[in-house]
């Protein structure tokens, strides 16, 4: 009886392992189906905001280990007619920062600084340096000035080589904006201060640190910092404005200026392979990324901007500079990486990703149309002339402009809004669209503002 009921065991037991091996592969297909179909969906979404000239540069997107797309689209070099593709190099602007992070935490893991430790630690004559931490500057917490709101430095010195003292001097004497931990207010000089923090530590350039703990480690050969001098025929031309018909080159901005706050360039697959990295703890252990991914204040970390999706953890960063506007965002727990570069100022990354999210999730989504601009008589456009409440504080006053409406934000430059139909209303450049509502008289008592896949209602009170 005993070797009997070993004998059955052996039999279910082999049973099992069949309905095993038959299910890995049905997955693996079932999964494989997934991919590409997801994968021509992507491509169809982007391919679709190509063609409205509201995206030109390299898309990836992964999950589960597998890469759904990298591609390239539209032109890396409009003059020269040549085409953005998968190794297509571009500046990633403050994508940079979460490198800068990952440094300090390497360092604080080496014992060689902690998050807690003062400014002054390292700089002792940084006025208030006593009273700011790393951790603060890694936040945005600091209350320190951003260089990048000096209009006159941003228009007139950006593309020239500036040393340590010289950047520093930009803001190191400027009041601080809050009490240091007691409000948030996104900071590129904080971001520098890390970067100079982590010389003074490793007695090595900025550069040389990132390269050590990070590119070389994970084989990121394709990523680099001084952009205005790299001779690769990968690098892209980055532009403010790029369509069928003209094209706007803009300058490069150098690397001393954007440094650790935004100088790193680099293609999709590199960030991927950092994204793959993160994924399997390679270079930040588990807790160290729980570190970076705690929002402190307005849903920020280390170097990361914090939300969720599908009820999962999402991280990521976007990133602006002069000629491109670039974005990473990821579910580490669903192990999605979406990695969005724009050579061409490109303002709908946001809506895109949303989009992409979408796909991924089997969600409904709706792929761009080309708006039409119709005119409307004076007499219809009287009624949407007044003032409007976005915020506190923050208004935007609509006029009467050359048949069309102005819209004019407070401290803002003025934008023209094109009539698509009665109500509804857009902007071309900043993919920006307005809905004015109306009361039960029929009067406009207000708008609706679509911007970035984000909806404000706001109301009229002038």
Same mark, same amino acid.
């Given at each position: ?23 890995v ?23 679709a905001?190509?063609?409205l ?5 390299s898309?990836l997107?992964a ?17 020269d ?8 190099? @571009?500046?990633?602007?403050? %994508? +940079? *920062? ?8 390497k #360092?604080?893991?080496? =014992?060689? !600084? ?9 700089f ?28 006159? @430095?941003?228009?007139?010195? %950006? +593309? *020239? ?5 010289e950047?520093?001097? #930009?803001?190191?004497? =400027?009041? !601080? ?33 990132v ?37 706007n ?7 001393t ?31 160290q ?5 705690t ?36 579910v580490?727990?669903d ?13 709908s990354?946001?809506e ?36 409007y ?31 698509e ?6 902007e ?10 109306r ?24």
């Amino acid at each position: 009886m005993a070797g009997s009921n070993i004998f059955t065991k052996i039999i279910k037991l082999f049973a099992t392992m069949k309905r095993i091996f038959i299910l890995v592969p049905v997955l693996f297909a079932v999964f494989a189906v997934f991919a590409q179909d997801a994968g021509n969906k992507i491509d169809e979404l982007i391919s679709a905001y190509s063609k409205l000239n509201k995206f030109n540069g390299s898309a990836l997107v992964a999950k589960n280990g597998t890469i759904l797309l990298n591609k390239g689209y539209g032109y890396r070099n409009a003059a020269d007619k040549l085409m953005n593709n998968e190794e297509s190099i @571009f500046q990633l602007g403050s %994508i +940079t *920062k979460q490198f800068t992070a990952a440094v300090i935490l390497k #360092l604080q893991e080496e =014992k060689k !600084l902690k998050v807690t430790d003062k400014l002054s630690k390292f700089f002792p004559d940084y006025p208030k340096g006593d009273s700011i931490t790393i951790k603060q500057l890694l936040t945005h917490t600091s209350g320190i000035y951003s260089y990048t709101n000096d209009g006159n @430095f941003m228009a007139n010195e %950006i +593309t *020239k080589n500036k040393s340590r003292e010289e950047m520093m001097a #930009l803001f190191k004497d =400027k009041p !601080l904006d809050f009490s240091p931990g007691t409000g948030w207010n996104y900071s590129n000089s904080g971001y520098s201060l890390l970067g100079y923090i982590i010389e003074v530590v490793t007695k090595k350039s900025y550069e040389e640190a990132v390269r050590k703990y990070i590119f070389t480690p994970l084989h990121m050969t394709h990523s680099g910092f001084d952009f205005t001098h790299l001779k690769s025929p990968d690098k892209t031309t980055g532009y403010f404005m790029l369509d069928d018909k003209s094209s706007n080159p803009a300058p490069v901005v150098d690397s001393t200026v954007s440094f650790s706050a935004g100088a790193i360039y680099s293609i999709t697959s590199d960030l991927y392979l950092w994204h793959k990295a993160l994924e399997q703890n390679t270079i930040l252990s588990k807790t160290q990324q729980q570190e970076a991914y705690t929002p402190v204040k307005n849903n920020y970390g280390y170097g990361w901007g914090i939300d969720s999706i599908e009820g999962k953890r999402r991280v990521g960063h976007g990133g602006g500079i002069p000629g491109y506007i670039t974005n990473e965002s990821r579910v580490p727990e669903d192990d999605i990486d979406i990695v969005l570069l724009s050579n061409a100022s490109d303002r709908s990354l946001d809506e895109i990703t949303k989009s992409i999210y979408a796909i991924l999730y089997n969600k409904a989504y709706e792929l761009p149309k080309e708006r039409i601009v119709i005119l409307l008589p004076e007499e219809t456009l009287k009624q949407y002339e007044g003032e409007y409440e976005i915020a506190p504080g923050f208004n935007v006053i609509m006029k009467i402009k050359d048949g069309e409406i102005s819209a004019t934000p407070t401290g803002q430059s003025e934008k023209i809004l094109h009539a698509e139909k009665e109500d509804f209303f857009f902007e071309k450049e900043e993919d920006v669209q307005v809905q004015f509502t109306r009361n039960d008289d029929k009067t406009v008592d207000g708008l609706i503002l679509n911007q970035g896949g984000r909806k404000m209602t706001c109301k009229k009170i002038k």
